[in-house]
Protein backbone atom coordinates (compact mmCIF):
# COMPACT_ATOMS: atom_id res chain seq x y z
CA UNK A 1 0.00 0.00 0.00
CA UNK A 2 1.41 3.36 -0.92
CA UNK A 3 0.16 6.56 1.34
CA UNK A 4 1.63 9.72 0.32
CA UNK A 5 2.45 11.71 2.60
CA UNK A 6 2.34 15.89 2.47
CA UNK A 7 6.58 16.36 2.75
CA UNK A 8 6.09 19.23 5.63
CA UNK A 9 2.91 19.46 8.51
CA UNK A 10 1.19 22.30 6.96
CA UNK A 11 0.13 23.50 10.65
CA UNK A 12 2.85 25.90 11.74
CA UNK A 13 4.15 24.71 15.27
CA UNK A 14 3.14 28.31 16.27
CA UNK A 15 -0.62 27.17 15.64
CA UNK A 16 -0.52 23.81 17.86
CA UNK A 17 -2.87 23.31 20.93
CA UNK A 18 -1.42 23.70 24.43
CA UNK A 19 -1.78 20.55 26.54
CA UNK A 20 -3.73 22.62 28.70
CA UNK A 21 -6.33 23.52 25.77
CA UNK A 22 -6.13 19.71 25.17
CA UNK A 23 -7.32 19.21 28.30
CA UNK A 24 -10.41 21.56 28.09
CA UNK A 25 -11.22 19.37 24.93
CA UNK A 26 -11.03 16.36 26.99
CA UNK A 27 -13.76 17.84 28.94
CA UNK A 28 -15.39 18.50 25.98
CA UNK A 29 -15.06 14.96 24.99
CA UNK A 30 -16.43 13.60 27.91
CA UNK A 31 -19.71 15.92 27.35
CA UNK A 32 -20.08 14.48 23.93
CA UNK A 33 -19.73 10.98 24.69
CA UNK A 34 -21.64 10.98 28.13
CA UNK A 35 -24.05 13.65 28.19
CA UNK A 36 -25.10 13.30 24.32
CA UNK A 37 -25.86 16.14 22.76
CA UNK A 38 -25.51 19.36 24.74
CA UNK A 39 -23.55 22.50 24.65
CA UNK A 40 -20.35 22.12 25.84
CA UNK A 41 -20.22 24.69 28.49
CA UNK A 42 -17.03 23.95 30.22
CA UNK A 43 -14.69 24.13 26.90
CA UNK A 44 -16.48 27.05 25.58
CA UNK A 45 -16.10 30.72 25.47
CA UNK A 46 -19.05 30.80 23.09
CA UNK A 47 -22.49 32.20 24.16
CA UNK A 48 -26.12 29.91 23.68
CA UNK A 49 -29.07 30.79 21.75
CA UNK A 50 -27.72 31.38 17.77
CA UNK A 51 -25.13 34.71 18.58
CA UNK A 52 -21.66 34.91 17.62
CA UNK A 53 -19.54 33.17 20.33
CA UNK A 54 -17.64 35.66 22.71
CA UNK A 55 -14.14 35.14 21.23
CA UNK A 56 -14.85 35.47 17.55
CA UNK A 57 -17.10 39.02 17.48
CA UNK A 58 -14.04 41.24 18.05
CA UNK A 59 -12.68 39.82 22.02
CA UNK A 60 -9.70 37.95 22.39
CA UNK A 61 -10.92 34.22 23.27
CA UNK A 62 -10.32 32.62 26.85
CA UNK A 63 -10.40 29.15 25.60
CA UNK A 64 -10.60 26.72 22.60
CA UNK A 65 -7.87 29.26 21.09
CA UNK A 66 -7.85 28.16 16.88
CA UNK A 67 -4.88 25.97 15.89
CA UNK A 68 -4.62 25.63 11.99
CA UNK A 69 -5.84 28.82 9.67
CA UNK A 70 -5.32 31.43 12.15
CA UNK A 71 -4.85 33.68 9.54
CA UNK A 72 -8.54 33.58 8.73
CA UNK A 73 -10.06 34.35 12.03
CA UNK A 74 -11.01 37.72 10.99
CA UNK A 75 -12.74 36.17 8.47
CA UNK A 76 -15.13 34.00 10.02
CA UNK A 77 -18.66 33.72 9.28
CA UNK A 78 -21.05 34.64 11.74
CA UNK A 79 -22.11 31.78 13.81
CA UNK A 80 -26.05 32.42 12.67
CA UNK A 81 -25.26 31.93 9.07
CA UNK A 82 -22.86 28.95 9.48
CA UNK A 83 -25.96 27.41 11.09
CA UNK A 84 -28.80 28.79 9.16
CA UNK A 85 -27.65 28.42 5.43
CA UNK A 86 -26.81 24.42 5.33
CA UNK A 87 -27.12 22.05 2.46
CA UNK A 88 -28.09 19.23 4.11
CA UNK A 89 -30.39 17.11 1.61
CA UNK A 90 -31.48 15.04 4.47
CA UNK A 91 -33.55 17.31 5.49
CA UNK A 92 -34.78 19.75 2.97
CA UNK A 93 -33.09 21.09 -0.22
CA UNK A 94 -33.85 24.48 0.81
CA UNK A 95 -30.36 26.12 2.52
CA UNK A 96 -32.83 26.93 5.93
CA UNK A 97 -34.47 23.47 5.30
CA UNK A 98 -32.14 21.55 7.76
CA UNK A 99 -32.04 24.38 10.81
CA UNK A 100 -36.29 24.09 10.61
CA UNK A 101 -36.31 20.09 10.58
CA UNK A 102 -33.64 18.46 12.54
CA UNK A 103 -34.73 20.18 15.91
CA UNK A 104 -35.92 16.86 16.95
CA UNK A 105 -33.24 14.79 14.72
CA UNK A 106 -31.84 12.29 17.51
CA UNK A 107 -28.42 11.68 17.73
CA UNK A 108 -28.05 9.45 21.35
CA UNK A 109 -27.66 6.88 21.23
CA UNK A 110 -25.07 6.62 17.62
CA UNK A 111 -22.77 4.50 16.54
CA UNK A 112 -20.51 3.93 13.83
CA UNK A 113 -19.73 0.79 11.90
CA UNK A 114 -16.14 0.33 10.55
CA UNK A 115 -15.71 -2.60 8.19
CA UNK A 116 -14.05 -3.69 4.76
CA UNK A 117 -10.36 -3.92 4.50
CA UNK A 118 -9.10 -2.77 7.54
CA UNK A 119 -7.38 -4.88 10.63
CA UNK A 120 -10.12 -3.36 13.64
CA UNK A 121 -13.33 -3.67 12.40
CA UNK A 122 -15.95 -2.77 14.38
CA UNK A 123 -19.27 -1.18 15.34
CA UNK A 124 -18.34 1.95 17.88
CA UNK A 125 -20.57 3.96 19.86
CA UNK A 126 -19.99 7.39 19.61
CA UNK A 127 -17.99 7.52 23.01
CA UNK A 128 -15.64 4.54 22.13
CA UNK A 129 -15.10 6.29 18.59
CA UNK A 130 -14.30 9.93 20.29
CA UNK A 131 -12.68 8.81 23.14
CA UNK A 132 -8.88 8.10 21.74
CA UNK A 133 -8.56 11.52 20.35
CA UNK A 134 -7.39 14.98 21.01
CA UNK A 135 -9.77 17.47 19.56
CA UNK A 136 -8.67 20.36 17.48
CA UNK A 137 -10.15 23.42 16.39
CA UNK A 138 -9.13 24.83 12.63
CA UNK A 139 -10.47 27.63 11.08
CA UNK A 140 -11.11 26.70 7.24
CA UNK A 141 -12.70 28.16 4.52
CA UNK A 142 -15.58 26.14 3.38
CA UNK A 143 -16.49 26.85 -0.59
CA UNK A 144 -19.60 25.34 -1.96
CA UNK A 145 -19.73 24.14 -5.47
CA UNK A 146 -22.74 26.46 -6.17
CA UNK A 147 -20.26 29.13 -5.78
CA UNK A 148 -21.18 30.49 -2.52
CA UNK A 149 -18.48 30.21 0.25
CA UNK A 150 -18.01 30.81 4.12
CA UNK A 151 -14.96 30.56 6.72
CA UNK A 152 -15.45 28.11 9.71
CA UNK A 153 -14.03 27.58 12.85
CA UNK A 154 -14.39 23.37 12.96
CA UNK A 155 -14.07 21.28 16.28
CA UNK A 156 -12.01 17.94 15.45
CA UNK A 157 -9.78 15.35 15.00
CA UNK A 158 -7.64 14.39 12.19
CA UNK A 159 -9.19 11.31 10.22
CA UNK A 160 -5.22 10.47 9.72
CA UNK A 161 -5.44 9.48 13.53
CA UNK A 162 -8.78 7.44 13.12
CA UNK A 163 -6.95 5.91 9.91
CA UNK A 164 -4.13 4.29 11.75
CA UNK A 165 -5.88 3.46 14.43
CA UNK A 166 -7.96 0.60 11.96
CA UNK A 167 -4.95 -0.07 10.71
CA UNK A 168 -6.20 -0.71 6.58
CA UNK A 169 -4.88 -3.79 4.93
CA UNK A 170 -2.81 -3.46 2.06
CA UNK A 171 -5.57 -3.69 -0.30
CA UNK A 172 -7.41 -0.74 1.38
CA UNK A 173 -7.31 2.27 -1.68
CA UNK A 174 -10.94 4.08 -0.76
CA UNK A 175 -12.44 4.68 2.27
CA UNK A 176 -16.23 4.90 1.62
CA UNK A 177 -18.92 7.11 4.19
CA UNK A 178 -22.41 6.31 4.81
CA UNK A 179 -24.78 8.74 6.22
CA UNK A 180 -27.90 7.36 8.33
CA UNK A 181 -30.49 6.51 6.35
CA UNK A 182 -34.19 7.21 8.64
CA UNK A 183 -36.48 8.73 6.69
CA UNK A 184 -39.13 8.57 9.84
CA UNK A 185 -36.28 11.41 10.96
CA UNK A 186 -34.85 12.88 7.98
CA UNK A 187 -38.15 14.06 6.02
CA UNK A 188 -35.58 15.13 2.78
CA UNK A 189 -34.75 10.77 2.51
CA UNK A 190 -38.44 10.71 1.54
CA UNK A 191 -38.03 12.39 -1.81
CA UNK A 192 -35.65 11.22 -4.28
CA UNK A 193 -33.51 13.80 -4.80
CA UNK A 194 -30.96 11.68 -4.07
CA UNK A 195 -30.09 7.47 -4.16
CA UNK A 196 -30.47 7.05 -0.24
CA UNK A 197 -28.40 6.69 1.89
CA UNK A 198 -25.66 9.47 0.90
CA UNK A 199 -22.51 8.13 0.17
CA UNK A 200 -19.23 9.97 -0.11
CA UNK A 201 -15.64 8.57 -0.50
CA UNK A 202 -11.84 9.45 -0.15
CA UNK A 203 -8.89 8.18 -1.60
CA UNK A 204 -6.68 6.83 0.90
CA UNK A 205 -3.86 9.23 0.94
CA UNK A 206 -6.75 11.77 0.91
CA UNK A 207 -7.71 11.09 4.15
CA UNK A 208 -4.08 10.96 5.11
CA UNK A 209 -3.66 14.60 4.57
CA UNK A 210 -3.29 16.16 7.81
CA UNK A 211 -6.49 18.66 6.79
CA UNK A 212 -8.77 16.02 6.76
CA UNK A 213 -10.72 15.95 9.94
CA UNK A 214 -13.65 14.30 11.13
CA UNK A 215 -15.86 17.24 13.13
CA UNK A 216 -17.87 16.94 16.13
CA UNK A 217 -18.45 20.80 17.08
CA UNK A 218 -18.40 24.28 15.33
CA UNK A 219 -17.64 27.87 16.75
CA UNK A 220 -16.66 25.61 20.17
CA UNK A 221 -20.02 24.03 20.20
CA UNK A 222 -20.84 20.73 19.58
CA UNK A 223 -22.19 20.19 16.06
CA UNK A 224 -25.68 21.57 15.86
CA UNK A 225 -27.79 18.96 14.26
CA UNK A 226 -28.26 21.12 11.10
CA UNK A 227 -24.51 20.82 10.29
CA UNK A 228 -24.25 17.27 10.63
CA UNK A 229 -24.62 15.80 14.18
CA UNK A 230 -22.95 14.02 15.69
CA UNK A 231 -20.17 13.52 13.10
CA UNK A 232 -19.27 14.73 9.63
CA UNK A 233 -16.29 15.25 7.10
CA UNK A 234 -14.78 18.28 6.81
CA UNK A 235 -11.78 18.37 3.67
CA UNK A 236 -11.57 21.46 2.88
CA UNK A 237 -10.31 21.81 -0.49
CA UNK A 238 -13.02 20.29 -1.83
CA UNK A 239 -16.38 21.37 -2.66
CA UNK A 240 -18.96 21.16 0.12
CA UNK A 241 -20.67 18.11 -1.14
CA UNK A 242 -17.79 16.15 -0.17
CA UNK A 243 -18.39 16.78 3.64
CA UNK A 244 -20.76 14.03 4.17
CA UNK A 245 -23.04 14.50 7.37
CA UNK A 246 -24.23 11.93 10.48
CA UNK A 247 -21.52 9.79 9.69
CA UNK A 248 -22.54 5.76 11.15
CA UNK A 249 -20.23 3.83 8.53
CA UNK A 250 -16.96 4.14 7.35
CA UNK A 251 -15.69 0.99 4.65
CA UNK A 252 -12.46 0.37 3.94
CA UNK A 253 -12.03 -0.31 0.36
CA UNK A 254 -10.52 -1.66 -2.87
CA UNK A 255 -12.55 0.18 -5.28
CA UNK A 256 -13.85 3.95 -5.88
CA UNK A 257 -16.75 4.16 -3.83
CA UNK A 258 -20.17 5.32 -6.03
CA UNK A 259 -20.80 8.77 -3.80
CA UNK A 260 -24.44 10.02 -3.83
CA UNK A 261 -23.59 13.39 -6.35
CA UNK A 262 -21.79 11.09 -9.12
CA UNK A 263 -24.28 8.43 -9.01
CA UNK A 264 -26.95 11.34 -9.27
CA UNK A 265 -25.17 13.39 -12.10
CA UNK A 266 -21.89 12.07 -12.86
CA UNK A 267 -21.50 15.14 -16.01
CA UNK A 268 -21.50 17.50 -13.02
CA UNK A 269 -20.23 16.00 -9.31
CA UNK A 270 -17.13 14.23 -9.71
CA UNK A 271 -15.76 12.08 -7.42
CA UNK A 272 -12.81 14.05 -6.65
CA UNK A 273 -14.83 17.45 -6.42
CA UNK A 274 -11.24 19.29 -6.08
CA UNK A 275 -12.13 23.32 -5.80
CA UNK A 276 -10.71 24.29 -9.10
CA UNK A 277 -11.48 27.89 -10.50
CA UNK A 278 -10.05 26.72 -14.28
CA UNK A 279 -12.70 24.02 -14.74
CA UNK A 280 -16.24 25.17 -14.44
CA UNK A 281 -19.04 23.76 -13.55
CA UNK A 282 -21.55 22.48 -16.86
CA UNK A 283 -24.08 25.46 -15.65
CA UNK A 284 -22.30 28.28 -14.03
CA UNK A 285 -18.06 29.87 -13.81
CA UNK A 286 -16.36 28.32 -10.71
CA UNK A 287 -14.25 31.31 -11.10
CA UNK A 288 -15.55 33.41 -8.30
CA UNK A 289 -17.63 32.97 -5.80
CA UNK A 290 -19.52 34.65 -3.11
CA UNK A 291 -18.81 34.60 0.27
CA UNK A 292 -21.07 34.73 2.70
CA UNK A 293 -22.16 37.87 4.06
CA UNK A 294 -20.44 40.14 1.43
CA UNK A 295 -21.52 42.00 -1.52
CA UNK A 296 -18.91 41.69 -4.28
CA UNK A 297 -17.89 38.24 -5.70
CA UNK A 298 -14.17 37.32 -4.56
CA UNK A 299 -11.70 35.04 -6.58
CA UNK A 300 -11.89 31.48 -5.83
CA UNK A 301 -8.40 29.98 -5.18
CA UNK A 302 -7.29 26.60 -6.86
CA UNK A 303 -7.90 23.90 -4.03
CA UNK A 304 -9.87 26.54 -1.80
CA UNK A 305 -6.31 28.05 -0.84
CA UNK A 306 -4.62 24.59 0.25
CA UNK A 307 -2.40 23.75 -2.78
CA UNK A 308 0.08 23.73 -0.43
CA UNK A 309 -0.91 21.15 1.36
CA UNK A 310 -2.60 19.18 -1.06
CA UNK A 311 -2.21 19.61 -5.30
CA UNK A 312 1.06 16.89 -4.88
CA UNK A 313 -1.89 14.36 -4.29
CA UNK A 314 -2.93 14.99 -7.89
CA UNK A 315 0.39 15.28 -9.49
CA UNK A 316 0.00 14.16 -13.02
CA UNK A 317 -3.72 13.64 -13.04
CA UNK A 318 -5.63 15.88 -15.33
CA UNK A 319 -8.03 17.79 -13.39
CA UNK A 320 -10.88 18.86 -15.95
CA UNK A 321 -10.99 14.81 -16.61
CA UNK A 322 -10.74 13.64 -12.95
CA UNK A 323 -12.90 16.59 -11.37
Known amino acids: ?3 RVTPEHPIRSSEITSESQYENRRGFLRQA ?19 QPAGVAGKAPQQGTSIGGGELKPELTPWDDVTSYNNFYEFGTGKDDPAEHATKFRTKPWSVKVDGLVAKPGSYNLEDFLKPYKLEERIYRHRCVEAWSMVVPWLGFPMAEFVKRMQPLGSAKYLEFTTLLDPAQMPGQRSPVLDWPYVEGLRLDEAMNPLTLFAVGVY ?21 FKGGKSIVRIRFTDTMPKTAWSEANASEYGFFANVNPEVDHPRWSQAKERRIGEFRRRETLMFNGYAQQVASMYSGMDLRKLY
Open 1 to 3: MLI
Open 220 to 240: GKMLPNQNGAPLRLVIPWKYG
Open 33 to 51: GLAGVGLAAAFLAGRRGGA
